[in-house]
Protein backbone atom coordinates (compact mmCIF):
# COMPACT_ATOMS: atom_id res chain seq x y z
CA UNK A 1 0.00 0.00 0.00
CA UNK A 2 1.30 3.18 -1.02
CA UNK A 3 1.75 5.93 1.81
CA UNK A 4 -0.42 8.49 0.67
CA UNK A 5 -3.43 5.32 1.12
CA UNK A 6 -1.99 4.60 4.17
CA UNK A 7 -2.26 8.13 5.47
CA UNK A 8 -5.89 8.91 3.81
CA UNK A 9 -6.84 5.52 6.25
CA UNK A 10 -5.21 7.03 9.40
CA UNK A 11 -7.01 10.28 9.02
CA UNK A 12 -9.91 8.24 8.21
CA UNK A 13 -9.72 6.20 11.41
CA UNK A 14 -8.39 8.87 13.68
CA UNK A 15 -11.23 11.43 12.61
CA UNK A 16 -13.73 8.58 13.52
CA UNK A 17 -12.18 7.27 16.58
CA UNK A 18 -11.60 11.43 17.84
CA UNK A 19 -15.69 11.58 17.07
CA UNK A 20 -17.13 8.39 19.14
CA UNK A 21 -14.63 9.06 22.10
CA UNK A 22 -15.82 12.40 22.13
CA UNK A 23 -19.67 11.82 21.77
CA UNK A 24 -18.97 8.56 24.68
CA UNK A 25 -17.40 11.03 26.76
CA UNK A 26 -20.52 13.73 26.52
CA UNK A 27 -22.97 11.25 26.70
CA UNK A 28 -20.69 9.47 30.03
CA UNK A 29 -20.26 13.13 31.42
CA UNK A 30 -21.73 15.80 30.58
CA UNK A 31 -25.54 14.15 30.14
CA UNK A 32 -25.56 12.92 33.45
CA UNK A 33 -24.85 16.13 34.66
CA UNK A 34 -27.73 17.64 33.30
CA UNK A 35 -30.22 14.64 34.55
CA UNK A 36 -29.11 15.62 37.89
CA UNK A 37 -29.73 19.37 37.50
CA UNK A 38 -33.01 17.94 36.52
CA UNK A 39 -33.90 16.22 39.64
CA UNK A 40 -32.34 18.89 42.11
CA UNK A 41 -34.65 20.87 40.50
CA UNK A 42 -37.55 18.36 40.90
CA UNK A 43 -36.82 18.04 44.71
CA UNK A 44 -36.59 22.08 45.26
CA UNK A 45 -39.68 21.78 43.13
CA UNK A 46 -41.44 19.78 45.57
CA UNK A 47 -40.16 21.51 48.89
CA UNK A 48 -41.69 25.04 46.78
CA UNK A 49 -45.08 23.04 47.16
CA UNK A 50 -45.17 22.02 50.75
CA UNK A 51 -43.12 24.91 51.77
CA UNK A 52 -46.22 27.19 50.81
CA UNK A 53 -48.36 24.90 52.33
CA UNK A 54 -46.63 25.06 55.50
CA UNK A 55 -46.65 29.19 54.87
CA UNK A 56 -50.19 29.21 54.76
CA UNK A 57 -50.72 26.76 57.56
CA UNK A 58 -48.67 29.34 59.60
CA UNK A 59 -51.20 32.07 58.40
CA UNK A 60 -53.80 30.16 59.60
CA UNK A 61 -52.11 29.38 63.15
CA UNK A 62 -51.75 33.37 63.48
CA UNK A 63 -55.52 34.11 62.34
CA UNK A 64 -56.61 32.04 64.88
CA UNK A 65 -54.07 32.66 67.70
CA UNK A 66 -55.89 36.19 67.62
CA UNK A 67 -58.57 35.14 68.83
CA UNK A 68 -57.27 32.15 71.23
CA UNK A 69 -55.39 34.10 73.36
CA UNK A 70 -57.57 36.65 74.33
CA UNK A 71 -59.34 37.67 77.15
CA UNK A 72 -62.53 38.61 75.33
CA UNK A 73 -62.43 35.36 73.62
CA UNK A 74 -62.39 34.09 76.71
CA UNK A 75 -65.12 35.30 79.06
CA UNK A 76 -67.09 35.05 75.24
CA UNK A 77 -66.70 31.22 76.12
CA UNK A 78 -68.17 31.69 79.66
CA UNK A 79 -71.26 33.60 78.51
CA UNK A 80 -69.53 36.97 79.32
CA UNK A 81 -70.38 39.90 77.38
CA UNK A 82 -71.33 37.27 74.47
CA UNK A 83 -73.69 39.67 72.77
CA UNK A 84 -71.52 42.74 72.65
CA UNK A 85 -68.39 40.51 71.45
CA UNK A 86 -70.48 38.89 68.62
CA UNK A 87 -71.53 42.48 67.86
CA UNK A 88 -68.22 44.23 68.32
CA UNK A 89 -65.72 41.42 66.41
CA UNK A 90 -67.99 38.96 64.29
CA UNK A 91 -70.42 40.88 62.61
CA UNK A 92 -71.16 40.87 59.79
CA UNK A 93 -70.11 37.57 59.75
CA UNK A 94 -68.61 37.27 56.47
CA UNK A 95 -66.58 40.11 57.02
CA UNK A 96 -65.30 38.32 60.47
CA UNK A 97 -63.47 35.95 58.11
CA UNK A 98 -62.19 38.21 55.00
CA UNK A 99 -60.61 40.39 57.39
CA UNK A 100 -58.80 37.14 58.90
CA UNK A 101 -57.92 36.05 55.03
CA UNK A 102 -59.81 32.60 56.14
CA UNK A 103 -63.09 31.15 54.47
CA UNK A 104 -64.24 29.59 58.07
CA UNK A 105 -63.98 30.83 61.56
CA UNK A 106 -65.72 28.47 64.51
CA UNK A 107 -65.49 28.33 67.83
CA UNK A 108 -65.76 25.26 70.00
CA UNK A 109 -66.41 24.38 73.83
CA UNK A 110 -65.16 22.03 76.02
CA UNK A 111 -67.85 19.55 75.01
CA UNK A 112 -66.97 19.99 71.30
CA UNK A 113 -70.14 21.63 70.73
CA UNK A 114 -69.77 24.68 68.15
CA UNK A 115 -70.26 27.86 70.43
CA UNK A 116 -70.11 30.10 67.01
CA UNK A 117 -69.09 29.45 63.45
CA UNK A 118 -69.34 30.87 59.99
CA UNK A 119 -68.11 29.62 56.54
CA UNK A 120 -67.63 32.28 53.74
CA UNK A 121 -66.73 32.21 50.44
CA UNK A 122 -64.38 35.11 49.87
CA UNK A 123 -65.02 35.65 46.68
CA UNK A 124 -68.48 35.09 46.04
CA UNK A 125 -69.71 36.06 49.72
CA UNK A 126 -72.18 33.32 49.92
CA UNK A 127 -72.16 30.37 52.91
CA UNK A 128 -70.40 27.41 52.32
CA UNK A 129 -72.83 24.82 53.41
CA UNK A 130 -71.55 22.02 55.63
CA UNK A 131 -68.29 23.18 56.08
CA UNK A 132 -68.58 24.05 60.10
CA UNK A 133 -70.26 20.66 60.25
CA UNK A 134 -67.16 18.75 58.52
CA UNK A 135 -64.59 20.65 60.88
CA UNK A 136 -67.20 19.80 63.99
CA UNK A 137 -67.29 16.54 63.15
CA UNK A 138 -62.81 16.26 62.54
CA UNK A 139 -62.78 18.10 66.01
CA UNK A 140 -65.11 15.29 67.66
CA UNK A 141 -62.94 12.37 65.89
CA UNK A 142 -59.18 14.08 65.80
CA UNK A 143 -58.87 15.85 69.15
CA UNK A 144 -55.42 17.04 68.04
CA UNK A 145 -54.93 19.35 71.13
CA UNK A 146 -55.77 16.52 73.83
CA UNK A 147 -53.05 15.47 75.78
CA UNK A 148 -50.82 18.38 74.71
CA UNK A 149 -49.60 20.14 78.14
CA UNK A 150 -48.36 22.94 76.11
CA UNK A 151 -51.77 23.24 74.15
CA UNK A 152 -49.88 25.40 71.09
CA UNK A 153 -52.01 25.81 67.83
CA UNK A 154 -51.66 23.16 65.42
CA UNK A 155 -52.27 23.49 61.84
CA UNK A 156 -52.62 21.22 58.52
CA UNK A 157 -54.93 19.58 56.49
CA UNK A 158 -58.25 17.77 56.88
CA UNK A 159 -60.59 16.20 54.18
CA UNK A 160 -63.79 17.66 53.97
CA UNK A 161 -67.43 17.79 51.77
CA UNK A 162 -65.85 20.62 50.02
CA UNK A 163 -62.31 18.70 49.41
CA UNK A 164 -59.28 19.53 51.48
CA UNK A 165 -59.40 22.32 53.72
CA UNK A 166 -56.23 24.29 55.11
CA UNK A 167 -56.94 23.87 59.50
CA UNK A 168 -55.45 25.82 62.37
CA UNK A 169 -56.63 24.65 65.77
CA UNK A 170 -56.14 26.73 69.20
CA UNK A 171 -56.91 26.46 72.33
CA UNK A 172 -58.96 29.19 74.05
CA UNK A 173 -56.82 30.66 76.92
CA UNK A 174 -56.48 33.95 78.62
CA UNK A 175 -53.79 36.98 77.19
CA UNK A 176 -50.93 35.38 79.23
CA UNK A 177 -51.65 31.98 78.87
CA UNK A 178 -53.17 31.19 82.07
CA UNK A 179 -56.44 30.06 83.45
CA UNK A 180 -57.88 26.16 82.04
CA UNK A 181 -58.71 25.85 78.43
CA UNK A 182 -62.43 26.95 77.59
CA UNK A 183 -62.72 25.94 74.28
CA UNK A 184 -61.06 25.98 71.16
CA UNK A 185 -60.87 27.99 67.61
CA UNK A 186 -60.49 26.92 64.56
CA UNK A 187 -59.80 28.97 61.51
CA UNK A 188 -59.71 27.05 57.61
CA UNK A 189 -59.11 28.01 54.24
CA UNK A 190 -60.35 26.18 51.26
CA UNK A 191 -57.14 24.65 49.56
CA UNK A 192 -56.80 25.97 45.67
CA UNK A 193 -54.26 23.96 44.11
CA UNK A 194 -54.56 26.62 41.33
CA UNK A 195 -53.78 29.08 43.74
CA UNK A 196 -50.42 27.40 44.84
CA UNK A 197 -49.34 26.55 40.99
CA UNK A 198 -49.51 30.34 40.40
CA UNK A 199 -47.75 30.94 43.48
CA UNK A 200 -45.29 28.12 43.14
CA UNK A 201 -44.59 27.58 39.01
CA UNK A 202 -45.14 23.86 39.78
CA UNK A 203 -47.25 21.69 38.31
CA UNK A 204 -49.05 19.21 40.96
CA UNK A 205 -51.40 17.12 41.84
CA UNK A 206 -53.59 15.44 45.15
CA UNK A 207 -54.34 11.68 44.94
CA UNK A 208 -56.04 9.79 46.95
CA UNK A 209 -53.67 7.31 49.12
CA UNK A 210 -52.68 3.24 48.18
CA UNK A 211 -54.42 0.75 49.88
CA UNK A 212 -51.73 0.02 52.78
CA UNK A 213 -49.71 3.15 53.20
CA UNK A 214 -47.96 3.55 56.15
CA UNK A 215 -47.83 6.01 58.78
CA UNK A 216 -46.16 9.08 58.49
CA UNK A 217 -44.45 10.37 55.57
CA UNK A 218 -41.83 8.03 53.62
CA UNK A 219 -38.95 9.68 51.97
CA UNK A 220 -39.10 11.28 48.81
CA UNK A 221 -39.61 9.12 45.86
CA UNK A 222 -38.56 10.24 42.11
CA UNK A 223 -39.39 8.73 38.97
CA UNK A 224 -38.04 9.78 35.50
CA UNK A 225 -40.11 9.78 31.98
CA UNK A 226 -39.07 10.81 29.16
CA UNK A 227 -41.39 14.12 29.42
CA UNK A 228 -40.72 15.15 33.28
CA UNK A 229 -39.24 14.13 36.66
CA UNK A 230 -42.35 12.67 39.20
CA UNK A 231 -42.07 13.71 42.69
CA UNK A 232 -44.32 11.86 44.98
CA UNK A 233 -44.47 11.94 49.24
CA UNK A 234 -47.19 11.21 51.73
CA UNK A 235 -49.17 14.32 53.27
CA UNK A 236 -50.65 13.67 56.89
CA UNK A 237 -53.72 15.07 58.13
CA UNK A 238 -53.59 17.41 60.65
CA UNK A 239 -53.88 14.65 63.60
CA UNK A 240 -50.72 12.68 61.47
CA UNK A 241 -53.09 10.16 59.81
CA UNK A 242 -52.02 9.82 55.91
CA UNK A 243 -54.01 12.09 53.78
CA UNK A 244 -53.16 12.50 50.43
CA UNK A 245 -50.37 11.38 48.17
CA UNK A 246 -48.68 14.80 46.83
CA UNK A 247 -47.23 14.59 42.67
CA UNK A 248 -45.56 16.83 41.19
CA UNK A 249 -43.98 17.53 37.86
CA UNK A 250 -40.84 19.02 36.54
CA UNK A 251 -40.59 19.49 32.88
CA UNK A 252 -37.24 17.67 31.47
CA UNK A 253 -36.29 21.13 30.07
CA UNK A 254 -32.95 20.89 30.88
CA UNK A 255 -31.76 17.71 29.82
CA UNK A 256 -34.15 18.13 26.50
CA UNK A 257 -31.29 21.03 26.31
CA UNK A 258 -28.52 19.56 27.16
CA UNK A 259 -29.16 16.82 24.40
CA UNK A 260 -28.98 19.98 22.20
CA UNK A 261 -26.25 20.99 23.36
CA UNK A 262 -24.32 17.94 23.02
CA UNK A 263 -25.33 17.65 19.35
CA UNK A 264 -24.72 20.84 18.60
CA UNK A 265 -21.00 20.40 20.34
CA UNK A 266 -20.44 16.85 18.37
CA UNK A 267 -21.77 18.50 15.02
CA UNK A 268 -19.39 21.77 15.36
CA UNK A 269 -16.57 19.33 16.75
CA UNK A 270 -16.90 17.24 13.73
CA UNK A 271 -16.99 20.11 11.21
CA UNK A 272 -13.82 21.57 12.83
CA UNK A 273 -12.25 17.83 13.12
CA UNK A 274 -13.16 17.39 9.29
CA UNK A 275 -11.71 21.05 8.13
CA UNK A 276 -8.53 20.04 10.44
CA UNK A 277 -8.30 16.82 8.54
CA UNK A 278 -8.28 18.09 5.51
CA UNK A 279 -5.78 20.87 6.15
CA UNK A 280 -3.71 18.55 7.79
CA UNK A 281 -4.04 16.29 5.16
CA UNK A 282 -3.05 18.67 2.32
CA UNK A 283 -0.34 19.88 4.57
CA UNK A 284 1.47 15.85 4.65
CA UNK A 285 0.52 15.29 1.25
CA UNK A 286 2.29 18.42 -0.33
CA UNK A 287 5.06 18.61 2.28
CA UNK A 288 5.88 15.08 2.84
CA UNK A 289 4.32 12.64 0.63
CA UNK A 290 5.72 14.38 -2.40
CA UNK A 291 9.19 15.51 -1.40
CA UNK A 292 9.81 12.19 -0.15
CA UNK A 293 8.65 10.47 -3.86
CA UNK A 294 11.38 13.16 -4.75
CA UNK A 295 13.72 12.12 -2.23
CA UNK A 296 13.25 8.51 -1.62
CA UNK A 297 17.04 7.91 -3.04
CA UNK A 298 18.33 10.49 -1.02
CA UNK A 299 16.99 8.76 2.06
CA UNK A 300 18.77 5.76 1.52
CA UNK A 301 21.80 7.21 1.68
CA UNK A 302 21.04 8.70 4.72
CA UNK A 303 19.82 5.69 6.27
CA UNK A 304 23.27 4.16 4.79
CA UNK A 305 25.21 6.67 6.84
CA UNK A 306 23.53 5.93 10.43
CA UNK A 307 23.05 9.77 11.29
CA UNK A 308 21.53 13.07 9.52
CA UNK A 309 23.55 15.62 8.80
CA UNK A 310 24.61 18.16 6.11
CA UNK A 311 26.19 16.74 3.24
CA UNK A 312 29.77 18.09 2.15
CA UNK A 313 30.02 19.19 -1.54
CA UNK A 314 26.95 21.09 -1.72
CA UNK A 315 28.73 23.73 -3.83
CA UNK A 316 29.22 21.70 -6.70
CA UNK A 317 27.16 22.05 -10.01
CA UNK A 318 27.23 18.50 -10.80
CA UNK A 319 24.66 15.19 -9.84
CA UNK A 320 26.38 14.99 -7.01
CA UNK A 321 26.36 18.70 -5.75
CA UNK A 322 22.26 18.80 -7.23
CA UNK A 323 21.86 15.62 -4.73
CA UNK A 324 23.61 16.90 -1.80
CA UNK A 325 21.89 20.42 -1.85
CA UNK A 326 18.84 17.92 -2.15
CA UNK A 327 19.59 16.13 0.93
CA UNK A 328 20.42 18.98 2.43
CA UNK A 329 17.19 21.10 2.16
CA UNK A 330 15.44 17.68 3.27
CA UNK A 331 17.96 18.14 6.98
CA UNK A 332 16.55 21.47 7.32
CA UNK A 333 13.14 20.51 6.78
CA UNK A 334 13.02 18.18 9.16
CA UNK A 335 14.58 20.71 11.99
CA UNK A 336 11.81 22.86 10.51
CA UNK A 337 9.83 20.49 11.78
CA UNK A 338 11.18 19.72 14.88
CA UNK A 339 10.95 23.44 15.76
CA UNK A 340 7.41 23.13 15.10
CA UNK A 341 6.92 20.38 17.57
CA UNK A 342 8.42 22.14 20.31
CA UNK A 343 6.13 24.92 19.80
CA UNK A 344 3.26 22.22 20.01
CA UNK A 345 4.92 21.34 22.73
CA UNK A 346 4.85 24.89 24.36
CA UNK A 347 0.91 25.26 23.51
CA UNK A 348 0.08 21.86 25.05
CA UNK A 349 1.57 23.51 28.06
CA UNK A 350 -0.37 26.47 27.67
CA UNK A 351 -3.59 24.48 27.31
CA UNK A 352 -3.13 22.56 30.17
CA UNK A 353 -1.96 25.26 32.95
CA UNK A 354 -5.12 27.22 31.50
CA UNK A 355 -7.46 24.02 32.33
CA UNK A 356 -5.55 24.43 35.71
CA UNK A 357 -6.20 28.01 35.98
CA UNK A 358 -10.18 27.37 35.80
CA UNK A 359 -10.10 24.74 37.90
CA UNK A 360 -8.65 26.84 40.32
CA UNK A 361 -11.17 29.82 39.36
CA UNK A 362 -13.62 26.89 40.82
CA UNK A 363 -12.47 26.51 44.06
CA UNK A 364 -12.24 30.36 44.78
CA UNK A 365 -15.78 30.91 43.43
CA UNK A 366 -17.21 28.03 46.14
CA UNK A 367 -17.06 29.99 49.13
CA UNK A 368 -19.08 33.47 47.08
CA UNK A 369 -21.85 30.84 46.26
CA UNK A 370 -21.76 29.39 49.91
CA UNK A 371 -22.05 32.61 51.91
CA UNK A 372 -24.69 34.53 48.71
CA UNK A 373 -26.83 31.12 50.05
CA UNK A 374 -26.31 32.21 53.35
CA UNK A 375 -27.47 35.99 52.88
CA UNK A 376 -30.44 34.50 50.86
CA UNK A 377 -31.85 32.06 53.73
CA UNK A 378 -31.38 35.43 56.20
CA UNK A 379 -34.43 37.14 54.45
CA UNK A 380 -36.97 34.52 54.11
CA UNK A 381 -39.77 35.33 51.94
CA UNK A 382 -42.71 34.36 54.43
CA UNK A 383 -41.39 36.71 56.85
CA UNK A 384 -40.53 38.99 54.87
CA UNK A 385 -44.52 39.04 53.49
CA UNK A 386 -45.90 38.70 57.12
CA UNK A 387 -43.81 41.93 58.06
CA UNK A 388 -45.12 43.60 55.04
CA UNK A 389 -48.96 42.62 55.85
CA UNK A 390 -48.43 43.88 59.44
CA UNK A 391 -47.30 47.43 58.63
CA UNK A 392 -49.89 47.53 56.28
CA UNK A 393 -52.85 46.53 58.71
CA UNK A 394 -51.12 48.72 61.29
CA UNK A 395 -51.24 51.56 58.58
CA UNK A 396 -55.20 51.08 58.46
CA UNK A 397 -56.93 53.56 61.20
CA UNK A 398 -59.41 51.01 61.40
CA UNK A 399 -56.96 48.31 62.99
CA UNK A 400 -58.19 47.60 66.96
CA UNK A 401 -55.73 48.93 69.02
CA UNK A 402 -55.50 45.75 70.81
CA UNK A 403 -54.50 44.28 67.45
CA UNK A 404 -52.70 46.81 66.91
CA UNK A 405 -50.50 46.39 70.02
CA UNK A 406 -49.65 42.70 68.59
CA UNK A 407 -48.73 44.30 65.39
CA UNK A 408 -46.49 46.83 66.75
CA UNK A 409 -44.88 44.42 68.48
CA UNK A 410 -44.41 41.79 65.83
CA UNK A 411 -42.88 44.74 64.00
CA UNK A 412 -40.65 46.03 66.97
CA UNK A 413 -39.47 42.10 67.02
CA UNK A 414 -39.01 41.77 62.90
CA UNK A 415 -37.02 45.46 63.21
CA UNK A 416 -34.43 43.55 65.68
CA UNK A 417 -34.53 40.41 63.15
CA UNK A 418 -33.82 42.90 60.64
CA UNK A 419 -30.83 44.59 61.99
CA UNK A 420 -29.29 40.92 62.50
CA UNK A 421 -29.68 39.92 59.11
CA UNK A 422 -28.09 43.60 57.33
CA UNK A 423 -25.01 43.25 60.09
CA UNK A 424 -24.59 39.27 59.30
CA UNK A 425 -25.57 40.89 55.34
CA UNK A 426 -22.74 43.22 55.66
CA UNK A 427 -20.09 40.40 57.40
CA UNK A 428 -20.89 38.11 54.61
CA UNK A 429 -20.29 40.60 51.91
CA UNK A 430 -17.13 41.59 53.40
CA UNK A 431 -16.10 37.77 53.13
CA UNK A 432 -17.55 37.69 48.96
CA UNK A 433 -15.36 40.65 48.71
CA UNK A 434 -12.54 39.22 49.96
CA UNK A 435 -12.87 35.76 48.11
CA UNK A 436 -13.59 37.93 44.88
CA UNK A 437 -10.56 39.58 45.14
CA UNK A 438 -8.47 36.44 45.73
CA UNK A 439 -9.69 35.19 42.60
CA UNK A 440 -8.54 38.37 40.84
CA UNK A 441 -5.25 38.02 42.12
CA UNK A 442 -5.23 34.58 41.21
CA UNK A 443 -6.20 35.26 37.40
CA UNK A 444 -3.47 38.38 37.62
CA UNK A 445 -1.20 36.08 38.76
CA UNK A 446 -1.73 33.55 36.32
CA UNK A 447 -1.72 36.00 33.50
CA UNK A 448 1.85 37.30 34.54
CA UNK A 449 2.81 33.49 34.34
CA UNK A 450 1.68 33.12 30.70
CA UNK A 451 4.00 35.80 29.97
CA UNK A 452 6.59 34.76 32.03
CA UNK A 453 6.62 37.37 34.93
CA UNK A 454 5.64 35.16 37.94
CA UNK A 455 7.63 36.61 40.78
CA UNK A 456 8.93 34.95 43.53
CA UNK A 457 9.03 36.13 47.45
CA UNK A 458 8.99 35.27 50.86
CA UNK A 459 5.46 34.00 51.88
CA UNK A 460 4.39 33.28 55.63
CA UNK A 461 2.85 29.93 55.51
CA UNK A 462 0.66 30.00 58.85
CA UNK A 463 -0.88 32.76 57.70
CA UNK A 464 -1.71 31.57 54.30
CA UNK A 465 -2.63 27.97 55.87
CA UNK A 466 -5.28 30.29 57.88
CA UNK A 467 -6.86 31.83 54.93
CA UNK A 468 -7.31 28.78 53.31
CA UNK A 469 -8.87 27.06 55.50
CA UNK A 470 -11.40 29.61 56.34
CA UNK A 471 -12.30 30.33 52.26
CA UNK A 472 -12.12 26.51 51.73
CA UNK A 473 -13.52 24.71 54.22
CA UNK A 474 -14.85 27.41 56.90
CA UNK A 475 -17.69 28.11 54.01
CA UNK A 476 -18.65 24.59 53.28
CA UNK A 477 -21.56 22.47 55.06
CA UNK A 478 -19.23 20.02 55.09
CA UNK A 479 -18.42 18.85 58.51
CA UNK A 480 -14.62 19.05 59.32
CA UNK A 481 -12.42 19.96 61.37
CA UNK A 482 -8.95 21.48 60.34
CA UNK A 483 -5.73 21.45 63.19
CA UNK A 484 -3.05 24.02 61.86
CA UNK A 485 0.35 23.93 63.11
CA UNK A 486 1.21 25.98 66.22
CA UNK A 487 4.32 26.72 64.32
CA UNK A 488 5.09 28.91 61.10
CA UNK A 489 7.51 29.44 58.76
CA UNK A 490 8.77 31.52 56.22
CA UNK A 491 8.99 30.25 52.14
CA UNK A 492 9.97 31.60 48.96
CA UNK A 493 6.72 31.03 46.65
CA UNK A 494 4.29 32.92 44.62
CA UNK A 495 1.62 33.70 47.02
CA UNK A 496 -1.59 33.44 44.96
CA UNK A 497 -0.40 29.76 43.55
CA UNK A 498 0.71 28.27 46.65
CA UNK A 499 -2.75 29.73 47.63
CA UNK A 500 -4.31 27.80 45.19
CA UNK A 501 -1.88 24.97 45.48
CA UNK A 502 -3.19 24.47 48.89
CA UNK A 503 -6.70 25.19 48.43
CA UNK A 504 -6.67 22.41 46.08
CA UNK A 505 -5.19 19.78 48.63
CA UNK A 506 -7.82 21.26 51.22
CA UNK A 507 -10.60 20.68 48.49
CA UNK A 508 -9.18 17.14 47.85
CA UNK A 509 -9.16 15.94 51.36
CA UNK A 510 -12.49 17.24 52.00
CA UNK A 511 -13.94 15.02 48.74
CA UNK A 512 -11.91 11.97 49.68
CA UNK A 513 -13.79 12.42 53.03
CA UNK A 514 -17.59 12.59 51.86
CA UNK A 515 -18.57 9.09 51.64
CA UNK A 516 -16.89 8.83 55.07
CA UNK A 517 -19.42 8.45 58.11
CA UNK A 518 -16.53 9.47 60.50
CA UNK A 519 -15.92 13.44 61.00
CA UNK A 520 -13.69 14.82 59.04
CA UNK A 521 -10.10 15.96 60.07
CA UNK A 522 -7.11 17.55 58.43
CA UNK A 523 -4.06 18.13 60.08
CA UNK A 524 -1.23 20.16 58.86
CA UNK A 525 2.39 20.26 60.47
CA UNK A 526 5.63 21.92 59.60
CA UNK A 527 9.09 20.21 58.93
CA UNK A 528 12.43 20.86 58.19
CA UNK A 529 15.11 18.96 56.49
CA UNK A 530 18.65 18.75 58.20
CA UNK A 531 20.43 21.80 56.94
CA UNK A 532 17.21 23.77 57.29
CA UNK A 533 17.21 24.66 53.54
CA UNK A 534 13.59 23.14 53.03
CA UNK A 535 10.38 23.62 54.77
CA UNK A 536 7.59 20.60 54.18
CA UNK A 537 3.93 21.53 54.95
CA UNK A 538 2.45 17.86 55.57
CA UNK A 539 -1.36 17.96 55.16
CA UNK A 540 -3.01 14.46 55.98
CA UNK A 541 -6.68 13.99 56.03
CA UNK A 542 -8.70 11.21 57.64
CA UNK A 543 -10.49 10.02 54.06
CA UNK A 544 -10.56 7.05 52.03
CA UNK A 545 -6.75 6.72 51.44
CA UNK A 546 -4.65 5.68 48.53
CA UNK A 547 -3.85 2.21 47.69
CA UNK A 548 -0.22 1.40 46.89
CA UNK A 549 -0.74 1.01 42.84
CA UNK A 550 -2.07 4.28 42.65
CA UNK A 551 0.05 6.25 44.91
CA UNK A 552 2.56 6.92 42.41
CA UNK A 553 0.24 8.23 39.67
CA UNK A 554 -2.42 10.26 41.65
CA UNK A 555 -0.23 13.66 39.71
CA UNK A 556 -0.51 12.35 36.44
CA UNK A 557 -2.99 14.18 34.13
CA UNK A 558 -6.56 12.48 34.46
CA UNK A 559 -5.92 10.37 37.32
CA UNK A 560 -7.82 10.78 40.34
CA UNK A 561 -7.23 10.09 43.65
CA UNK A 562 -10.75 9.23 44.64
CA UNK A 563 -11.82 6.03 44.20
CA UNK A 564 -14.40 5.47 41.29
CA UNK A 565 -14.04 8.86 40.01
CA UNK A 566 -12.67 10.48 37.24
CA UNK A 567 -10.51 13.94 37.23
CA UNK A 568 -7.12 14.51 38.19
CA UNK A 569 -6.50 18.24 37.06
CA UNK A 570 -6.52 19.75 40.41
CA UNK A 571 -2.93 17.33 41.39
CA UNK A 572 -1.44 17.47 38.24
CA UNK A 573 -1.70 21.12 38.25
CA UNK A 574 -0.03 21.30 41.60
CA UNK A 575 2.16 19.09 40.57
CA UNK A 576 3.68 21.44 37.59
CA UNK A 577 2.79 24.34 39.68
CA UNK A 578 5.28 23.42 42.65
CA UNK A 579 7.87 22.69 40.21
CA UNK A 580 7.49 26.08 38.90
CA UNK A 581 8.10 27.39 42.24
CA UNK A 582 11.44 25.24 42.68
CA UNK A 583 9.78 22.54 44.74
CA UNK A 584 8.54 19.08 45.07
CA UNK A 585 5.37 17.21 45.63
CA UNK A 586 4.40 13.86 47.22
CA UNK A 587 1.60 11.36 48.51
CA UNK A 588 2.19 9.32 51.14
CA UNK A 589 -0.92 7.02 52.70
CA UNK A 590 -1.24 3.18 54.29
CA UNK A 591 -3.13 2.51 52.39
CA UNK A 592 -7.34 2.37 51.60
CA UNK A 593 -8.98 3.33 54.91
CA UNK A 594 -6.14 5.08 56.14
CA UNK A 595 -6.28 8.59 54.72
CA UNK A 596 -3.98 10.69 52.79
CA UNK A 597 -0.60 12.90 53.43
CA UNK A 598 0.46 15.22 50.73
CA UNK A 599 3.42 16.95 51.30
CA UNK A 600 4.62 19.99 49.84
CA UNK A 601 8.32 20.68 49.92
CA UNK A 602 9.63 24.69 49.21
CA UNK A 603 12.73 26.27 49.52
CA UNK A 604 13.24 28.22 53.35
CA UNK A 605 13.78 31.81 53.52
CA UNK A 606 14.98 31.08 57.67
CA UNK A 607 16.46 28.07 58.49
CA UNK A 608 14.36 27.50 61.59
CA UNK A 609 10.42 27.03 62.46
CA UNK A 610 9.29 29.58 64.50
CA UNK A 611 6.62 29.63 67.09
CA UNK A 612 3.44 31.45 65.94
CA UNK A 613 3.33 34.72 66.97
Not at 60 to 77: G, H, I, K, P, V
Not at 195 to 206: H, K, Y
Not at 423 to 432: D, F, K, S, V, Y
Request: overall charge negative; glycine content about 8%.
Amino acid sequence: MRIASKLNTVLSLALAGGTMAILGVMQSTIQPKFDEIERNTAEMNHERITGALEAATDKLRTAAQDYSYWDETYNFMQGIGSDEFIASNLTPEAKAVENLGVNALVFYDLSGSVTWGVAYDLETQEPIVDLVKDLADFNTRHPVLEGDPTHLAKGGLVRTSRGLVLVAVAPIQRSDRTGQMMGKVIAAKLLDPQEVRDLTGVEFQFDDLAKGAAEGTPALKLTTTPAAVETVSVINDLSGKPLVMLTAKTPRDVSLAGAAAVRSAMGMMIVVGVMVTAVLWWFLNRGVIRRIEELKNHIVVAGSSGRIRLAGGSDGSDEIGDLARAFNGMANQVNHLRDALADSAYMTGLSEWAAGTLHNVRNGLVPVASMTWQIEKLFDAAWIKNVATASAECANSDTPPERREKLNAFLLGSSQRFSEAANQTRALTGEINTAGQSVLAMVAEFERYAHHKTEIGPVDVLTLLQDVSKSSVGTRSQDAEVVLPKTTATVLANDVILRQIITNIFVNALEAMEPDTRRGRIDVSLRTDVVGALISIAIKDNGEGVGPDRLKTIFQRGISSRTGRSGGLGLHWCANAVKLLGGTIHAESAGPGTGTTLVVCLPAVASTIEEAA
